[in-house]
């Protein structure tokens, strides 16, 4: 063997494949199939949802869950379940909070019904436009009613869907009690601003045209909006297509590295 080829087998042996780089490259490919697969589990998740829901906003309206309940209410259990209430507004005790509808931006009016047997649920009335000033007409009331009472033959029906209550987030204002400043929908803390603790942990929205006739400012209704956005099965062809790309660099560039190889072996003969 001559020195040149002697001094070319070094190089020859550098080009082989990099175990760091392969070792990459299968992290890679695992970790975008993991995470393509549990994108279709999330889709799977997400149809189910979308189906339980829709069976949920279409059916018959069912008497709210009774006090024994309560603790048990879930999201998953019992939200956009479709209701009907029957009983007294208490008015007075109505809560303004900022919304921004497909009306425009304004307040939704969370006011607290006195069902006829004796129970306290909130109910979102509707929207009103931000014109109508509604934090300064719906000022925070000290102490809210005697027990709760509500003649039968003074009673209103309301159909809709049960919610749960809204929490803050991180792109959410805090609600400011004190100031009657209400972002979010805390039917807990709206409840023990007006003096109403031990009503229900959850709230109705209420469908089109559910207010009585004195209902104040004839807020619209029915605008609850059902739609859960599903983007699961984009997010994992895409992760696959991650994998399959990295598998196909690394087999390129296997094939590369083989072909090299070859041509450099040829040339030492």
């Not at 970790?31 to 979308?50: E, H, M, N, P, S």
């Not at 309940?69 to 879930?74: K, L, M, N, Q, S």
């Not at 259990?77 to 479709?82: M, S």
């Not at 004839?218 to 739609?227: D, E, Q």
């Amino acid at each position: 063997m001559r020195e040149s080829d002697q001094a070319a087998v070094p190089g020859a042996a550098g080009k082989r494949s990099n175990p760091f780089l392969v070792i990459l490259a299968l992290l890679l490919i695992v970790l975008f199939a993991g995470l393509g697969t549990w994108q279709v589990y999330r889709l799977q998740w997400k149809l189910d949802l979308i189906a339980r829901v829709e069976a949920r906003v279409h059916a018959a309206p069912v008497a709210p869950p009774p006090a024994a309940r309560w603790a048990g209410i879930t999201a998953a259990g019992d939200e956009y379940r479709r209701t009907v209430l029957r009983g007294t507004y208490l008015y007075d005790l109505t809560t303004p909070v900022q919304a921004l509808t497909e009306q425009g931006s304004g307040y939704w009016l969370l006011t607290p019904l006195c069902t006829v047997d004796g129970q306290i649920i909130i109910v979102n009335r509707g929207f009103i436009p931000s014109d109508l000033g509604a934090p300064t007409r719906y000022a925070a009331q000290e102490a809210g009613p005697a027990p709760c009472t509500a003649a039968p033959s003074a009673a209103t029906t309301i159909t809709g869907l049960l919610r749960i209550g809204e929490q803050g987030g991180a792109f959410t204002r805090n609600n400011d009690p004190a100031a009657n400043r209400w972002f979010v929908r805390d039917i807990r803390a709206i409840a023990a601003a007006r003096g109403v603790p031990q009503a229900a942990p959850f709230f109705v929205d209420a469908a089109a045209d559910q207010n009585p006739p004195d209902s104040p400012d004839r807020p619209i209704g029915g605008l609850t909006v059902v739609k859960f956005p599903n983007s699961h099965l984009v997010y994992a062809v895409t992760w696959y297509a991650l994998a399959l790309m990295v598998g196909g660099a690394w087999w390129w560039a296997m094939r590369a590295g083989v072909r090299t190889r070859a041509n450099d072996d040829e040339r030492d003969n």
